[in-house]
C-alpha cells in the first residue's frame, strides 16, 4: 500500500492509497455528509450527498467511492456542493412522511439529521407520494417503505455482510423499493432475523418491533458489554432507559462482531426482566419450594456444607460452576470449593 | 458484381422492411419464381437505409446494372418480374438507379459515405461467404498474424475514431487503457443495448452485416488481450439475434472464432446476452451488471471498467457502430479514416433520420456536414413541405436544436456546444406541427420511466421535472417552474450517479434555451401554439370551409360536434374532448386547433 | 482457538467439522461466509446434515455421524500419497510422525469411504483443496468432541494441520469454538476438577504452595476432583451429600436425564443459584436468586481468549443478589472471609495468582477494550495467536489415530441415528430465549428432522406428531420432513424442555475428556397408536 498526501479543504493530509476521499477525510476530522454509506459494507454512491470537487476532475465525484490519489485537491463544501446537497434533500422529503413526531427513528434518522443541519423543508418541489403499506408479518422486524429512501443498506448489509440476500430492489424508477421475491412475508424467506438490516437503516423505514415506542436515542442510556449467548464475545450497547432495557446494538468496527449481531444477540435480552426472574430465596419446606431470608438461605447451605464436610470429609461436597458466569464468579466458586471446603469436585458443563 | 448471368433480385430484409411488409412480398416473389418463368433468383440483404420506402428490392442484371424498387407489395410482384424479364425499368417505383444517380432518391445515397454501412444492403448477413467475399476477414487475419497488439491500438489511434456509442471517448485509448490494465482474464463486450428512441443504427449495422462487428471485436480482443467477449444485445432485437447467431456459428465453422483462431495460438469467443430491455443498461457499468446476472444498475467510476469491469476484471466496452469500423481501419489504415471528418472528429458517423423529415432511414455521413447538409441533401427535408422547427439529437439525453442552429457541423464539440449531444445518431425532425414543450414531455418521461431508481437525483429529480412539465402542458404551469425546472435541471446534471441522469435534463434545457417563448404561451397565455397540448387548445370549424358533409360529427366519439346537413357545423368545446379525430378526418381541412 | 476470530478471512481454506457455525456460533459463521463471499476462500463443510454453510461451501462432505477420525485419515492418506504434506514443517516442529504415517496409510480413500459415506473422490478433492490453500484453517465445535471418540477426533484435526504445515500464522490454526459465552473463561478460571487457574495442575506441589499463602490456608488437596459426569454418578450412589450448582441446568443440557434426575433426587442438600426456577432448581433444596449478565460487573472470555467486560446497566429484581457476594457469604458462614469481593478485585487476585492473566486488569480493559491471554505482564499487548514460531509444548505431536465406532450404533430395534445440535432462535437449554417471546415465536416447538425416504418407510408427514425412542428414554414431538438430513439420521435440537433431546441421548463418555456422546444415539420412530402408554419424559413440571 503506497503512501498518498492530498489535500482536503485547505488541509495536507497523509494517508494510505486503499483510503476512499471520505475515508482520509473522516480520520482527519472533517465530515463530509452521506447517507448510503456504511462501513461495514462496501460503498455504494447512490444517495450523491457525500459528492466532493476534486480539482481536475471532470464532474463531481462521490467521495464514498473515490479512492484517493496522490497530489488529489479535495473541496466538501463549495457552494455548489451545498446547493446540490440541499436540492437532494428537498428531493427526498418530497416523497417522505412528515411524522418524525411519532416516528421510531427521530433522534437517530440520518435523513432527519441533515436535514436539521442543511436548513431543509420541504417545500419547492412537491409531488406524487408513495403510501405503501406497513409490513410488520413477523415478531421483530417492521418495514415502513414510504420511509426508505433506497440508500439500499439493507440490501447490500443482508447480501454482502449476512450472505443471505434476503432484499433487493423491485419496480424501476421512481416505483423502486426493497421487496422480498414474490413478495412474501419475512417468516417465508431465508431471513435470519439478525436485524443488521434494522442496524443500518438510515430512517425509520425498518425498525425492530420490540423497541417500538420505548424509548429516543436521547431517552436511553449505552451501557456497553459482553454478549451472554455464545462464545463469539459480541459487545453490545445496552440501551437503558428508567431502569428498562428496550433495545440493543452493537458498537461499529469493535470486537468479534465488528458491530453485526445475530437474532440472539440483537433481540434475546427480555428475559433480564421476565416475570419468571427469581427476586427471594426459595427454601424446601415440606417439600415445597418456599421464600425465604438471605440469612436463612445461607445458613441453611453453610451448614449442610459443614456438617457434609465434617460427617463424610470435604469430598462429599461438589461443585458445578459456570460457562454462563463471570471469570471472577468462577474462580470465587472454585476459591470456596477449593480453600474453603477442601475439595477438588469443581467442574461446569465445558463438555456438553 | 456478378449475378451468374441471371437477373439477381436483392429483398430488403431487415426489421425496418419486414414491419413494411416484406415477408409478404418475399413469399409472393418465391412464389412466383418458383413456376420457372423468370430468369431470376431471389437474395436477401439488411436495412438499404430507403426505410421509408420499404419493402425494398434491388435488381441487378447480368450486365452489373441495378435499380432499386421500392413500396413494393405482393401485387406488384408480377408487374416487377415481368418488367425485369423484359429489360424494363418502371420509373414511378425506382428508388434509385445506378446508371442515372440522380433518378428517384439517388441523391440519398450519394451525399452518404458508407464506411460502417459499406456492406449493408449489399450482402446476404446470413452468409459468410459473401461477407468473406467482400474482403472480410481479411483485416482480423492481418491483425492476428502480422501486429502487435500495440500496433493495432497505434492504428486505430491514428484514425481518431471516438466511440459511436455517444460518449465520444477516443477508441484507441480506451483499447490501451484495457491492454494496460493488470489481469490475466481480460474481456471485450460489445455494447449492442441500443436504447434511444428513434434510434436503430446498431440494430440495422447487426441485421445487415453481423460479421463486420465480430471482425471488429476479434480485432480488438486480440489489441487489448481479451480472449472471452460477450455481446450484449437486447431481446427486442431478435432478428439481429438471430443473424448473430447464425454467424457465430459460422465463425466456429471456419476457425475465426474458437481456439487458435486464423491459425495463430489465440483463442479468442464471443457469448451473446440478452438484455431484458432497461435502457440504463446500454450505461457501462449496468450493462456490467446485468451479464453478471444482477440487477441492471450502475455504479460510479472510477474505478473505469478498464481496470474493474465483467466480473471485476478487466473490460473494454465498445458500441456496434465503432466495432464495425474497425475492420476498415485496419484494411484501409488509420490515416485514410482520418482524413475524412474534421479536425477532432475523424471518419463517419451513422444517423437514423426519423420523426418529420422527408426520407427516414439510415444514412451515413462524413463528420463535418453540417446539419442542414444531413436533413436537407440527405434526408430531403421536411415532410409535407413544412417549415423545419427542430431537430432532436442524441435522443433522450440529447438536446433540441432550432433552425437557427442548422449549419453546426456534425462534430462532437460543436455539438455538444449547443447543449445537445452527437449521441449514438438519432435525429428526430421536428416541424411546426410538433409542441417543443410536448416534445421535451416526452423524451423526459422516457428517461424518468427507465431510470434505474439507484441515486435520487435521477430517481426524484426527474419526476419532479416531468409533474412540472406535465402540468405545464396541461395549462396549470406557474411562473416560478420555468425556475424550478432550471433548477432541478442543473443538480441532476451535476449530481447525478450516471449519464441518464446526467443528461436526462438535456431536452428540457435546450427547449428552455432555443424555445422559452413556448413555455411562456403555455404557463402566462395557456396557450400552445403548435396546437399540441389537449388542454389548452380548442377546436373551431372554418364556416367558409365547411360543406356539411358530416363526417366530422360522425367520428366524433363525444358527439361534440353538430350541424344541419349541407351546413356549417359547429364544436361544442364544453363537449370536446380534443382527441383531433375530426382534424383527421376532414375532406376539406376545415377543422384547425387553436 | 489457537487463532482470532478477525484472522479467518485470510485463510485461503476453510474446514469446518462438527460445527453448524451459522446457527451456534452465527457471528463466526458471518466471518466464515465473507471469507468466502470477499476473499475467495475454499470452504469444505464436513457435517452429516445440510447446514446453511453449505450453500457457500465449494464441497459439502455428508458424512456419517462418528466417521469423522476415517474421514481425516482418509484425507490424510491422500494429502500422504500425493506428495502435498508441508515436510519442512513437520522435520523442524514436530515429532511422532512416522508412527502417524504407519496408520494413515491404511486408510486409503476407498477404506474411509466405507466408513464415513463420503465417496472417495469427494475425499481426495477436500484433501486436495485443504493442502492445497497456502493457509488452511480448520474450524470445528460439539459435532468433533461430544463423542465417545471425541478427543481422537481432536487429535486427528491436529495431525491434519500439522501435516500440511498449517499452524502458527494467520488464516490457519485448530480452532474449537466454544459453545458458551464464558465456558472459555470458566475453565481458564479452573472450574476444572484438576486445574486451578490458568491450567496450574493441582497435582503441582509448587502450585499448591502458590495458593495456599495466596489464599491463606494450610493445605489444598492435591488429588484431582470428580468431573460433572461423576458428581452426577456419585450423587446417585450417595457419595456426594451436597451439590452446589450455580448458574447449570444439568436436567435439559446433560445426557440421559432420567438417570441424572434420579441423581438429583438422592443428592442429601442442592444448592441452585441461578436467576430463573430451572428445571434442575426445582430438584433443589434451597435456591439462590442470582442475577443475569446485565446486572453485574465482570469479565468473559470468549471464544479466541478474548477477555471483555460485563457492565451494569439495569437493577436486579427483587433481593436478587451478585453471585460474587452469595459466594463470599457462604464462604464467610463457612468460617473463610473472603473480603470485599468487587469485580475489579477479584481480577487482581487473578491476575496475581495466574501467569496467563497477568497482565490483564480493568484499567487496562476499559481503555483497550479487550485482552487475548495470554497476557503475561501489564506491559504485554496480548497474544492473538498461539504457536507462532514454534509449538507451545516444544515440538507438536503426532497422534496416531486409529477408527473406533460410536459406542451405540443403529440396530433393528432401533434403526436411526439421532444426532442433536442447536437452533439459531433459541439457546442452549432455552432459559433465556424461551422466555424472550420474540424468539419463541420464531421457533415455538421442538421437532425432529426425517429424511423424506426414511418418513415415507415410516409413514411420517410433515408436521405430525410422533415419539422418538431410545434405550433411555422416550419424548414426543413434531416431525420435520427434510432433505437437509441423510437417510437413517435424524437431528433433534436440544433446546426444549417439553421433548427435551437429552432424555434420549447416550451417556457413554470419552475415556479421556469425559465427553457425553450427543452427537451418536439409536433411536426409533413411533407413530399413531404405538405411541399411546408410554411414560414420556418432559420437564415442564
Known amino acids: 500500500m503506497e503512501q498518498v498526501h492530498l489535500n482536503i479543504d485547505g488541509k495536507d493530509i497523509l494517508t494510505t492509497s486503499d483510503r476512499t476521499i471520505l475515508e482520509a477525510a473522516r480520520e482527519n476530522g472533517i465530515r463530509i455528509p452521506s447517507l448510503c454509506n456504511e462501513q461495514r459494507m462496501e460503498p455504494y454512491g447512490a444517495c450523491r450527498i457525500c459528492l466532493v470537487e476534486v480539482e481536475g476532475a471532470r464532474g463531481l465525484l462521490p467521495a464514498c467511492y473515490t479512492t484517493v490519489t496522490d497530489g488529489m485537491v479535495v473541496h466538501t463544501a463549495t457552494e455548489e456542493l451545498i446547493r446540490i446537497r440541499r436540492t437532494i434533500l428537498e428531493l427526498i422529503l418530497s416523497d417522505h412522511p412528515k411524522d418524525c413526531m411519532t416516528c421510531e427513528s427521530t433522534g437517530s434518522c440520518e435523513l432527519q439529521d441533515l436535514a436539521y443541519e442543511y436548513g431543509v423543508k420541504d417545500a419547492r418541489f412537491r409531488g406524487e407520494e408513495h403510501h405503501y403499506e406497513v409490513l410488520a408479518d413477523n415478531p421483530l422486524i417492521e418495514r415502513d417503505y414510504d420511509k426508505c429512501i433506497l440508500c439500499g443498506r439493507c440490501i447490500r448489509i443482508c447480501r454482502e455482510v449476512q450472505g443471505v440476500g434476503v432484499y433487493d430492489f423491485v419496480n424501476r424508477g421512481f416505483d423502486s423499493v426493497p421487496g422480498i421475491p414474490y413478495d412474501k412475508p419475512m417468516m417465508e424467506s431465508p431471513c435470519e432475523f439478525c436485524g443488521q438490516c434494522v442496524s443500518t437503516c438510515p430512517t425509520g423505514a425498518i425498525t425492530s418491533i420490540p423497541s417500538k415506542g420505548k424509548g429516543r436515542s436521547w431517552q436511553v442510556e449505552k451501557v456497553r458489554t459482553t454478549c451472554a449467548y455464545c462464545g463469539c464475545g459480541c459487545q453490545l450497547d445496552l440501551h437503558v432507559r428508567e431502569g428498562e432495557i428496550v433495545e440493543v446494538s452493537s458498537p461499529l468496527m469493535v470486537g468479534p462482531g465488528q458491530g453485526n449481531l445475530c437474532v440472539k444477540g440483537r433481540y434475546g435480552y427480555s428475559f433480564v426482566q421476565h416475570e419468571d426472574r427469581l427476586t427471594t430465596p426459595l427454601v424446601r419446606k415440606g417439600g415445597d419450594l418456599v421464600p425465604a431470608a438471605w440469612e436463612e438461605a445461607l445458613g441453611m447451605v453453610a451448614n449442610h456444607i459443614r456438617e457434609a464436610m465434617d460427617d463424610e470429609g470435604p469430598d462429599s461436597v461438589a461443585f458445578l460452576s459456570s460457562a454462563r458466569c463471570t471469570n471472577e464468579e468462577n474462580y470465587l466458586l472454585m476459591k470456596l470449593a477449593r480453600a474453603v471446603v477442601g475439595t477438588n469436585n469443581v467442574d461446569h458443563c465445558a463438555r456438553l | ?594 | 482457538m489457537t487463532n482470532s476470530i478477525d484472522d479467518l478471512e485470510k485463510a485461503g481454506c476453510i474446514l469446518v467439522i462438527g460445527s453448524n457455525t451459522t446457527e451456534g456460533h452465527p457471528i463466526i459463521g458471518l466471518r466464515i461466509k465473507q471469507a468466502v463471499m470477499q476473499n475467495e476462500c475454499k470452504l469444505i463443510v464436513a457435517e452429516p446434515r445440510h447446514i446453511r454453510l453449505c450453500y457457500y461451501a465449494d464441497q459439502w462432505l455428508q458424512q456419517r455421524p462418528g466417521s469423522d477420525v476415517a474421514l481425516l485419515n482418509g484425507m490424510m492418506n491422500v494429502i500422504l500419497a500425493e506428495g502435498l504434506a508441508d515436510e519442512e514443517f513437520i522435520r523442524e516442529r514436530t515429532e511422532g510422525f512416522e508412527e502417524f504415517k504407519k496408520v494413515v496409510e491404511e486408510y486409503a480413500p476407498e477404506r474411509a469411504s466405507e466408513i464415513c459415506g463420503v465417496e472417495a473422490d469427494e475425499i481426495r478433492r477436500a484433501a486436495r483443496t485443504f493442502a492445497g490453500a497456502e493457509r488452511a484453517a480448520i474450524v470445528y465445535a460439539m459435532g468433533i468432541t461430544q463423542h465417545t471418540t471425541g478427543v481422537d477426533n481432536v487429535l486427528s484435526l491436529a495431525n491434519l494441520a500439522m501435516l500440511t504445515g498449517n499452524l502458527g500464522m494467520e488464516g490457519t490454526g485448530v480452532n474449537p469454538l466454544r459453545g458458551q459465552n464464558n465456558v472459555q473463561g470458566a475453565c481458564d478460571m479452573g472450574g476444572l476438577p484438576n486445574v486451578f487457574t490458568g491450567y496450574q495442575a493441582v497435582a503441582d506441589a509448587k502450585t499448591r504452595d502458590k495458593f495456599e499463602t495466596a489464599w491463606g490456608v494450610d493445605y489444598l488437596s492435591g488429588n484431582p476432583g470428580l468431573t460433572l459426569m461423576e458428581m452426577m454418578d456419585g450423587a446417585h450412589a450417595g457419595d456426594i451429600k451436597v451439590l452446589y450448582i450455580m448458574g447449570e441446568n444439568p436436567v435439559i443440557s446433560d445426557p440421559d436425564v432420567e438417570h441424572l434426575k434420579e441423581a438429583l433426587e438422592r443428592v442429601d442438600f442442592l444448592v441452585v443459584q441461578d436467576i430463573f426456577l430451572t428445571e434442575t432448581a426445582r430438584y433443589a433444596d434451597v435456591v439462590l436468586p442470582a442475577v443475569s449478565f446485565a446486572e453485574k460487573e465482570g469479565t468473559f472470555t470468549n471464544t479466541d481468549r478474548r477477555v471483555q467486560r460485563v457492565r451494569k446497566a439495569v437493577e436486579p429484581p427483587g433481593e436478587a443478589r451478585d453471585d460474587l457476594w452469595i459466594i463470599a457469604q457462604v464462604s464467610s458462614r463457612l468460617g473463610y472471609d473472603m473480603g470485599d469481593t468487587p469485580a475489579p478485585r477479584i481480577m487482581e487476585e487473578i491476575a496475581s495468582l495466574t501467569p496467563s492473566y497477568g497482565g490483564i486488569s480493568y484499567a487496562r480493559l476499559e481503555e483497550e477494550g479487550e485482552l487475548r491471554w495470554p497476557c503475561p505482564s501489564a506491559d504485554h499487548p496480548g497474544t492473538p495467536i498461539l504457536h507462532v514460531g514454534k509449538i507451545t509444548r516444544g515440538k507438536g505431536l503426532f497422534s496416531p489415530v486409529e477408527y473406533r465406532p460410536p459406542a451405540e450404533l443403529p440396530d433393528e430395534e432401533y434403526p436411526l441415528v439421532m444426532t442433536t445440535g442447536r437452533l439459531l432462535a433459541h439457546y442452549h437449554t432455552g432459559t433465556m430465549t424461551r422466555r424472550v417471546k420474540a424468539l419463541d415465536e420464531l421457533v415455538p416447538r421442538n421437532q425432529v428432522w426425517v429424511n423424506p425416504g426414511d418418513a415415507e418407510k415410516l409413514g411420517v408427514g410433515n408436521g405430525q406428531e410422533v415419539a422418538l425412542q431410545s434405550r433411555r428414554g422416550s419424548i414426543r414431538l413434531e416431525a420435520k420432513v427434510t432433505d437437509k438430513v441423510g437417510e437413517g439420521v435424524v437431528f433433534v435440537p436440544f433446546h426444549f424442555g417439553e421433548s427435551p433431546a437429552n432424555a434420549l441421548t447416550n451417556p457413554a463418555l470419552d475415556p479421556v475428556a469425559k465427553i457425553p456422546e450427543f452427537k451418536v444415539a439409536a433411536v426409533r420412530i413411533l407413530t399413531g397408536e404405538s405411541m399411546a402408554g408410554i411414560n414420556y419424559s418432559t420437564s415442564v413440571t
Request: hydrophobic share 35%; aromatic share 6%.
Open chain 2, 1 to 594: 458484381m456478378s449475378t451468374g448471368g441471371k437477373n439477381k433480385l436483392v429483398l430488403g430484409y431487415g426489421t425496418c422492411g419486414i414491419a413494411a411488409g416484406a415477408t409478404a412480398v418475399k413469399d409472393a416473389l418465391e412464389n412466383e419464381l418458383a413456376t420457372g418463368k423468370y430468369d431470376a433468383y431471389l437474395d436477401i440483404a439488411g436495412c438499404m437505409g430507403f426505410c421509408f420506402r420499404e419493402p425494398i428490392v434491388e435488381v441487378t442484371d447480368p450486365d452489373g446494372r441495378s435499380v432499386i424498387y421500392g413500396d413494393l407489395s405482393p401485387k406488384r410482384v408480377s408487374r416487377l418480374l415481368e418488367a425485369v424479364a423484359g429489360g424494363e425499368v418502371i420509373e414511378d417505383w425506382v428508388v434509385r438507379r445506378s446508371d442515372e444517380p440522380g433518378a428517384g432518391e439517388g441523391d440519398f445515397l450519394a451525399n452518404q459515405h458508407r464506411i460502417v454501412l459499406r456492406n449493408c444492403g449489399n450482402i446476404n448477413p446470413e452468409s459468410i461467404e459473401e461477407y468473406i467475399s467482400t474482403g472480410g476477414y481479411e483485416a482480423a487475419r492481418k491483425a492476428l498474424t502480422s501486429m502487435t497488439p500495440e500496433e493495432l491500438i497505434d492504428e486505430v489511434g491514428k484514425s481518431g475514431i471516438r466511440g459511436r456509442g455517444g460518449a465520444g471517448f477516443p477508441t484507441g485509448t480506451k483499447w490501451g487503457f484495457a491492454r494496460k490494465a493488470k489481469g490475466e482474464q481480460k474481456y471485450l463486450v460489445c455494447n449492442a443495448d441500443e436504447g434511444d428512441p428513434g434510434a436503430f443504427m446498431d440494430r440495422s449495422v447487426l441485421e445487415g452485416d453481423p460479421h463486420a462487428v465480430i471482425e471488429g471485436m476479434i480485432v480488438a480482443g486480440y489489441a487489448i488481450g481479451a480472449t472471452q467477449a460477450y455481446i450484449y444485445c437486447r431481446a427486442e432485437y431478435p432478428l439481429a439475434l438471430k443473424r448473430l447467431d447464425i454467424a457465430i456459428a459460422a465463425c466456429h465453422e471456419w476457425g475465426y472464432l474458437g481456439q487458435g483462431i486464423f491459425g495463430t495460438d489465440w483463442d479468442f469467443d464471443i457469448k451473446i446476452k440478452k438484455g431484458a430491455g432497461a435502457f440504463v443498461c446500454g450505461e457501462e457499468t449496468a450493462l456490467i451488471a446485468s451479464i453478471e446476472g444482477k440487477r441492471g444498475m450502475p455504479r460510479p467510476r472510477p474505478p473505469f471498467p478498464a481496470n474493474e469491469g465483467l466480473w471485476g476484471k478487466p473490460t473494454n466496452i465498445n458500441n456496434v457502430e465503432t466495432l464495425a469500423a474497425i475492420p476498415w481501419i485496419i484494411a484501409n489504415g488509420g490515416d485514410r479514416y482520418a482524413s475524412v471528418g474534421t479536425e477532432k472528429s475523424k471518419g463517419t458517423k451513422v444517423f437514423c433520420l426519423a420523426g418529420k423529415v422527408r426520407r427516414s432511414g439510415l444514412a451515413e455521413v462524413p463528420m463535418g456536414y453540417t446539419l442542414r447538409q444531413v436533413i436537407f441533401d440527405v434526408g430531403g427535408g421536411v415532410r409535407e413541405g413544412k417549415e423545419f422547427k427542430a431537430v432532436q439529437m442524441g435522443g433522450p439525453s440529447g438536446g433540441c436544436l432550432p433552425a437557427s442552429l442548422l449549419d453546426t457541423l456534425v462534430d462532437y464539440d460543436a455539438i455538444t456546444a449547443t447543449g445537445a449531444i452527437m449521441g449514438s445518431g438519432g435525429m428526430i425532425v421536428a416541424d411546426s406541427s410538433t409542441c417543443m414543450v410536448d416534445l421535451a414531455r416526452y423524451f423526459l418521461s422516457f428517461t424518468q420511466e427507465e431510470s434505474c431508481g439507484k441515486c435520487v437525483p435521477c430517481r426524484i429529480g426527474t419526476k419532479r421535472m416531468l409533474e412540472i412539465l406535465a402540468r405545464i402542458c396541461s395549462g396549470e404551469g406557474e411562473p416560478e417552474d420555468l425556475e424550478r425546472l432550471d433548477i432541478l435541471a442543473g443538480d441532476i446534471k451535476a449530481g447525478s450517479l450516471c449519464a441518464l441522469g446526467g443528461t436526462a435534463p438535456n431536452p428540457v434545457l435546450t427547449t428552455l434555451k432555443y424555445f422559452r417563448n413556448e413555455y411562456e404561451d403555455h404557463i402566462l397565455r395557456k396557450k400552445c401554439t403548435a396546437g399540441v397540448c389537449p388542454a389548452l387548445i380548442t377546436l373551431h370549424i372554418q364556416e367558409d370551409i365547411c360543406t356539411g358533409c358530416g363526417a366530422c360529427a360522425k367520428i366524433c366519439p363525444v358527439e361534440a360536434i353538430s350541424g344541419e346537413k349541407k351546413e356549417p357545423h359547429a364544436i361544442d368545446a364544453d363537449t370536446c374532448i380534443r382527441c383531433k379525430l375530426c382534424l383527421s378526418r376532414c375532406p376539406e381541412e376545415a377543422i384547425y386547433a387553436e
